[in-house]
């Protein structure tokens, strides 16, 4: 069984071999999850396993049996509103044409779960293995140091 | 004034919600397109068999040279291109045959199941040989002003050199992507991650031998292009029209990463040989010459891109004697393209190099020569542009300022002389970029508004998002013009249907074209609503005669306190009164010229300026470097929204840093590209970005600017990373004063130039 976003599955055999990155994407209809070069190097397809940033496309779903799957889609509020995280990823200016936007915030979540003030190096540290074309990152490590202020205040 | 808001798409990036091409649900019936494509760079076709192929279980159709109905040409400018080749391969990786499967695995056994017999012809893959060979797609090129040979007589200093700048792979996150859906009998929709709307739709119509209005092509938005969806976008926007005209079925086509970066071009790498003279001081008193690009096994965009390096030739350098000549070479590489810049990085290059190399010669300090060359108002550039507004010494003060430079210079010396092995170095580099199409009738665009009843607002240019926020910024006109929040306006995809005939969203020009179309359509529908709220207004009592405002979705008189109409109720009411509510503005940028016999002309509206200084530490031993610092100036005009373009500066700085620092593309000696993945293509991570950015935008009130005094952003900062690249080249020479640094300075690269 996989649990995503909440939702229990039960996998049938001939899925077993499936990549997680097309299964989310193909049955689940879960599309955030962006595949940029499906070989495991560019981050884009980062999801949330058991709160640790995997990468989707290096993983058979045989791999994540009984995870907790969490894809971008499954951080907004049931009403849709945004994490504080999102939210400062737009605050901050850290997204232009948002293709790598949703593996690089759960890379981000990732981070913050276990380290609620880290440095900017540290920041680098927890993205180096997201790629981003678009906006030298700058906004993107600032997006995170504002997230993290929001999401933990009394640090 | 309130924030503006960022993206306007931002919430639905920011949630996975975005959908790009491909993201949407799979259409019954949809077919699933592989290539076959050729295994050498140059040769003979003698058979290409895919009977095999056609019979596989699963497979639809299997599409080559003899199935296209109409014209076989996809070349746009020169026809040089084929879709599929009918005799003749000119590049490894070039698409010879397309399957269509009912699903990507079926296609790819089936592509399995082709065979080819060919003749292998020697490739030609070097500039030189290319051009030593006579192998250009047109005569040499030239710009010439003054009298060069005589002045070179006068100079006190005659330097020669030749510099080489290397290819980029775009490496947009989003690789190449269309969908085709064929709609009633007689219509083609084509989703297609392009640039171009209209170059794809023109080109699929001759294909096809239908005419335009029977295809349509959509652009919802693109993860990321850099130039590298305007022209090569077009040709799988074309096999999939093809194959959905032919077998009546949806088909998509979404590259691998990996077909995506052996089979498109890259940035052209650019060969120059030159030859500068100055006076005693370091004024620069000649400038000749010669610029020769890898252009690769088709014109494509080549000859524009080589003239734009031309036109950079002299950067923000006034050179009173010049003679600019080029030669774009054909080569069996895949067509070289379209990236950010355009030429202009790849000509600043060689001047800038000539700079450097004048600097160390008379022992002056770098920015000092530039500064006494820098253009002044009224100066004349090589093919005859008068300087207006020139930019060029101020933003080089205001960085050498910012970057504390005669402090720096002292505290790298005395680091230099302490230290063995890490060696510090300092690099500066000025920019003037020409902002418009070098083509001049490309410089038109328009957009369509409608209001709808309720007042909110949809909006339709022919540009196209790709993560440049072309999007946010053209809400941003229309909120202006119309006194509406920007929430209630939508901007569309990218439609012929709604805008046709689209130049492409390139050379920087998005915001100016699509922004100042879609401001004359707003103005229109303002003018529309004006004598409504008039008289709206004149019912409650106000003056008929005072002058409405519109602001913030509200309607009043100037002068009186409360607003007293909301836009709505305007807007309800010019329904009911039966006046438009949908307009269309269309925006050509006035006066632009250039005659390219004479190679004289007023090619740019105007120019943006700036500045970068970079520091960086090497480590002598590894060849590994760190940049400290970079400190970049740039002059935007009146800046639509001053966050946006400190993204595009940002983002543009990272991506040439990438291009003259790390990013290597390799192919082997029979034209194949070896770097293939982001694991073997090295572009910039975020551990790469230097410690401390610091950028400055500077408001400029240039009277040639564009949409509200704004000026484009995408391209120009793309130079600053060459201020890395010069750095690197000033630490290697506090070790080796004459060293010479290759392009791109890698470590290989870095420890090479120390040996
Ligand atoms: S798509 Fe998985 S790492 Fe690139
Ligand atoms: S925003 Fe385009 S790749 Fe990151």
């Given at each position: 069984?996989?649990?995503?976003?909440?939702?229990?599955?039960?996998?049938?055999?001939?899925?077993?071999?499936?990549?997680?990155?097309?299964?989310?994407?193909?049955?689940?209809?879960?599309?955030?999850?962006?595949?940029?070069?499906?070989?495991?190097?560019?981050?884009?397809?980062?999801?949330?396993?058991?709160?640790?940033?995997?990468?989707?496309?290096?993983?058979?779903?045989?791999?994540?049996?009984?995870?907790?799957?969490?894809?971008?889609?499954?951080?907004?509020?049931?009403?849709?509103?945004?994490?504080?995280?999102?939210?400062?990823?737009?605050?901050?200016?850290?997204i232009?044409?948002?293709?790598?936007?949703?593996?690089?915030?759960?890379?981000?979540?990732?981070?913050l779960?276990?380290?609620?003030?880290?440095?900017?190096?540290?920041?680098?540290?927890?993205?180096?293995?997201?790629?981003?074309?678009?906006?030298?990152?700058?906004?993107?490590?600032?997006?995170?140091?504002?997230?993290?202020?929001?999401?933990?205040?009394?640090? | 004034?309130?924030?503006?808001?960022?993206?306007?798409?931002?919430?639905?990036?920011?949630?996975?919600?975005?959908?790009?091409i491909?993201?949407?649900a799979?259409?019954?019936?949809?077919?699933?397109?592989?290539?076959?494509?050729?295994?050498?760079?140059h040769?003979?076709?003698?058979?290409?068999?895919?009977?095999?192929?056609?019979i596989?279980?699963?497979?639809?159709?299997?599409?080559?040279?003899?199935?296209?109905?109409?014209?076989?040409?996809?070349?746009?400018?020169?026809?040089?291109?084929?879709?599929?080749?009918?005799?003749?391969?000119?590049?490894?990786?070039?698409?010879?045959?397309?399957?269509?499967?009912?699903?990507?695995?079926?296609?790819?056994?089936a592509?399995g199941?082709?065979g080819?017999?060919?003749?292998?012809?020697?490739?030609?893959?070097?500039?030189?040989?290319?051009d030593?060979?006579?192998e250009?797609?047109?005569?040499?090129?030239?710009?010439?002003?003054?009298?060069?040979?005589?002045?070179?007589?006068?100079?006190?200093?005659?330097?020669?050199?030749?510099?080489?700048?290397?290819?980029?792979?775009?490496?947009?996150?989003?690789?190449q992507?269309?969908?085709?859906?064929?709609?009633?009998?007689?219509?083609?929709?084509?989703?297609?991650a392009?640039?171009?709307?209209?170059?794809?739709?023109?080109?699929?119509?001759?294909?096809?031998g239908?005419?335009?209005?029977?295809?349509?092509?959509?652009?919802?938005?693109?993860?990321?292009?850099?130039?590298?969806?305007?022209?090569?976008?077009?040709?799988?926007?074309?096999?999939?029209?093809?194959?959905?005209?032919?077998t009546?079925?949806?088909?998509?086509?979404?590259?691998?990463?990996?077909?995506?970066?052996?089979?498109?071009?890259?940035?052209?790498?650019?060969?120059?040989?030159?030859k500068?003279?100055?006076?005693?001081?370091?004024?620069?008193?000649?400038?000749?010459?010669?610029?020769?690009?890898?252009?690769?096994?088709?014109?494509d965009?080549?000859?524009?891109?080589?003239?734009?390096?031309?036109?950079?030739?002299?950067?923000?350098?006034?050179?009173?004697?010049?003679?600019?000549?080029?030669?774009?070479?054909?080569?069996?590489?895949?067509?070289?393209?379209?990236?950010?810049?355009?030429?202009?990085?790849?000509?600043?290059?060689?001047?800038?190099?000539?700079?450097?190399?004048?600097?160390?010669?008379?022992?002056?300090?770098?920015?000092?020569?530039?500064?006494?060359?820098?253009?002044?108002?009224?100066?004349?550039?090589?093919?005859?542009?008068?300087?207006?507004?020139?930019?060029?010494?101020?933003?080089?003060?205001?960085?050498?300022?910012?970057?504390?430079?005669?402090?720096s210079l002292s505290?790298?010396?005395?680091?230099?002389?302490?230290?063995?092995?890490?060696?510090?170095?300092?690099?500066?580099?000025?920019?003037?970029?020409?902002?418009?199409?070098?083509?001049?009738?490309?410089?038109?665009?328009?957009?369509?508004?409608?209001?709808?009843?309720?007042?909110?607002?949809?909006?339709?240019?022919?540009?196209?998002?790709?993560?440049?926020?072309l999007?946010?910024?053209?809400?941003?006109?229309?909120?202006?013009?119309?006194?509406?929040?920007?929430?209630?306006?939508?901007?569309?995809?990218?439609?012929?249907?709604?805008?046709?005939?689209?130049?492409?969203?390139?050379?920087?020009?998005?915001?100016?074209?699509?922004?100042?179309?879609?401001?004359?359509?707003?103005?229109?529908?303002?003018?529309?609503?004006?004598?409504?709220a008039?008289?709206?207004?004149?019912?409650?009592?106000n003056?008929?005669?005072?002058r409405?405002?519109?602001?913030?979705?509200?309607?009043?008189?100037?002068?009186?306190?409360?607003?007293?109409?909301?836009?709505?109720?305007?807007?309800?009411?010019?329904?009911?009164?039966?006046?438009?509510?949908?307009?269309?503005?269309?925006?050509?940028?006035?006066?632009?010229?250039?005659?390219?016999e004479?190679?004289?002309?007023?090619?740019?509206?105007?120019?943006?300026y700036?500045?970068?200084?970079?520091?960086?530490?090497l480590?002598?031993?590894?060849?590994?470097?760190?940049?400290?610092?970079?400190?970049?100036?740039?002059?935007?005009?009146?800046?639509?929204h001053?966050?946006?373009?400190?993204?595009?500066?940002?983002?543009?700085?990272?991506?040439?840093?990438?291009?003259?620092?790390?990013e290597?593309?390799?192919?082997?000696?029979?034209?194949?590209?070896?770097?293939?993945?982001?694991?073997?293509?090295?572009?910039?991570?975020?551990?790469?970005?230097?410690?401390?950015?610091?950028?400055?935008?500077?408001?400029?009130?240039?009277?040639?600017?564009?949409v509200?005094?704004?000026?484009?952003?995408?391209?120009?900062?793309?130079?600053?990373?060459?201020?890395?690249?010069f750095?690197?080249?000033?630490?290697i020479?506090?070790?080796?004063?004459?060293?010479?640094?290759?392009?791109?300075a890698?470590?290989?690269?870095?420890?090479?130039?120390?040996?």
């Open positions: 069984m996989i649990t995503v976003n909440g939702i229990h599955y039960e996998i049938p055999e001939e899925l077993h071999a499936k990549k997680l990155s097309d299964w989310l994407r193909e049955d689940l209809m879960l599309t955030g999850t962006k595949v940029g070069c499906d070989i495991g190097v560019c981050g884009s397809c980062t999801v949330l396993i058991n709160d640790e940033a995997k990468r989707s496309c290096k993983l058979k779903l045989n791999d994540v049996d009984n995870s907790n799957i969490t894809t971008i889609e499954g951080i907004c509020a049931p009403d849709g509103g945004l994490h504080p995280l999102q939210q400062a990823f737009m605050d901050a200016g850290a232009q044409c948002g293709f790598c936007t949703p593996g690089m915030v759960l890379s981000a979540l990732a981070l779960l276990k380290n609620h003030r880290p440095t900017r190096g540290e920041i680098r540290l927890a993205l180096k293995g997201n790629l981003c074309r678009c906006t030298g990152y700058q906004q993107i490590i600032d997006a995170v140091e504002l997230a993290a202020g929001i999401m933990y205040p009394n640090k | 004034m309130a924030k503006l808001p960022y993206h306007i798409n931002g919430k639905l990036h920011v949630s996975g919600s975005s959908r790009f491909g993201d949407e799979p259409l019954s019936g949809m077919l699933y397109a592989k290539f076959f494509f050729s295994p050498v760079a040769a003979r076709i003698l058979s290409l068999n895919h009977s095999r192929a056609k596989f279980p699963g497979v639809h159709a299997v599409l080559c040279a003899q199935d296209v109905p109409g014209e076989n040409m996809i070349g746009h400018v020169i026809k040089d291109e084929p879709l599929f080749p009918e005799s003749k391969i000119m590049y490894q990786h070039q698409p010879l045959a397309m399957v269509l499967a009912e699903d990507e695995s079926i296609a790819e056994a592509v199941l082709i080819l017999e060919y003749e292998e012809l020697p490739p030609i893959l070097e500039i030189t040989e290319a030593e060979r006579g250009w797609y047109i005569p040499e090129r030239k710009i010439e002003r003054g009298d060069v040979k005589g002045a070179f007589k006068d100079c006190a200093h005659i330097l020669e050199g030749s510099s080489f700048s290397g290819g980029q792979e775009h490496f947009y996150m989003e690789s992507r269309v969908r085709a859906i064929p709609v009633d009998h007689d219509l083609i929709h084509l989703l297609c392009t640039q171009s709307t209209m170059e794809v739709q023109e080109v699929a119509s001759h294909v096809l239908i005419p335009a209005h029977r295809i349509a092509v959509e652009v919802p938005r693109l993860g990321g292009a850099f130039g590298g969806k305007e022209r090569a976008a077009t040709i799988w926007g074309v096999m999939a029209a093809l194959g959905a005209y032919l009546r079925r949806p088909v998509q086509i979404i590259l691998s990463r990996d077909e995506d970066m052996r089979a498109t071009g890259k940035r052209h790498p650019f060969l120059s040989n030159w500068i003279g100055c006076d005693a001081q370091g004024k620069i008193r000649a400038w000749d010459i010669e610029l020769m690009c890898n252009g690769g096994a088709y014109a965009l080549s000859v524009a891109i080589l003239e734009r390096a031309m036109f950079h030739a002299d950067n923000i350098y006034h050179i009173p004697n010049a003679r600019i000549r080029g030669r774009a070479c054909r080569t069996n590489l895949p067509p070289n393209t379209a990236f950010r810049g355009f030429g202009g990085p790849q000509g600043i290059f060689v001047i800038e190099s000539a700079i450097e190399k004048i600097a160390r010669i008379l022992g002056k300090d770098p920015l000092e020569i530039r500064k006494i060359n820098a253009y002044q108002n009224g100066d004349i550039a090589p093919y005859g542009q008068i300087i207006k507004d020139s930019g060029a010494t101020k933003t080089l003060d205001l960085v050498a300022k910012n970057a504390d430079y005669q402090n505290e790298i010396r005395k680091f230099n002389k302490e230290n063995r092995i890490l060696k510090q170095g300092m690099g500066i580099m000025p920019v003037k970029f020409g902002i418009s199409f070098t083509t001049a009738f490309l410089n038109q665009g328009s957009a369509l508004i409608w209001i709808y009843i309720d007042g909110s607002v949809s909006v339709s240019t022919g540009g196209v998002e790709m993560g440049q926020e999007n946010s910024k053209v809400a941003i006109v229309v909120a202006k013009v119309l006194g509406i929040p920007f929430e209630r306006i939508r901007v569309e995809s990218s439609h012929t249907q709604r805008t046709g005939n689209a130049s492409p969203t390139a050379a920087s020009t998005g915001s100016d074209i699509n922004g100042n179309a879609a401001r004359i359509a707003a103005e229109k529908l303002r003018a529309n609503l004006e004598p409504i008039a008289k709206m207004l004149a019912e409650q009592g003056s008929p005669d005072a409405v405002i519109f602001e913030n979705g509200m309607v009043y008189c100037a002068g009186t306190e409360q607003p007293k109409l909301s836009f709505t109720q305007v807007v309800v009411r010019a329904h009911q009164e039966r006046v438009a509510l949908g307009a269309y503005g269309y925006y050509a940028t006035p006066d632009l010229w250039f005659d390219r004479l190679g004289e002309g007023r090619p740019f509206y105007y120019y943006v700036g500045a970068a200084i970079a520091r960086v530490e480590n002598t031993l590894s060849g590994e470097h760190r940049i400290i610092s970079t400190h970049i100036v740039h002059e935007n005009g009146k800046s639509l001053q966050e946006i373009d400190m993204g595009q500066v940002t983002g543009a700085f990272v991506q040439g840093m990438g291009w003259c620092t790390m290597e593309v390799v192919a082997d000696n029979k034209g194949r590209y070896l770097s293939a993945n982001p694991s073997t293509y090295k572009i910039p991570g975020i551990r790469d970005i230097p410690e401390k950015l610091d950028i400055q935008l500077v408001e400029s009130d240039s009277s040639e600017a564009s509200f005094g704004s000026k484009a952003t995408g391209e120009p900062p793309l130079i600053y990373g060459m201020a890395v690249f750095a690197l080249q000033d630490a020479r506090s070790v080796k004063p004459e060293a010479e640094l290759r392009f791109p890698t470590p290989e690269a870095l420890i090479s130039a120390l040996q």
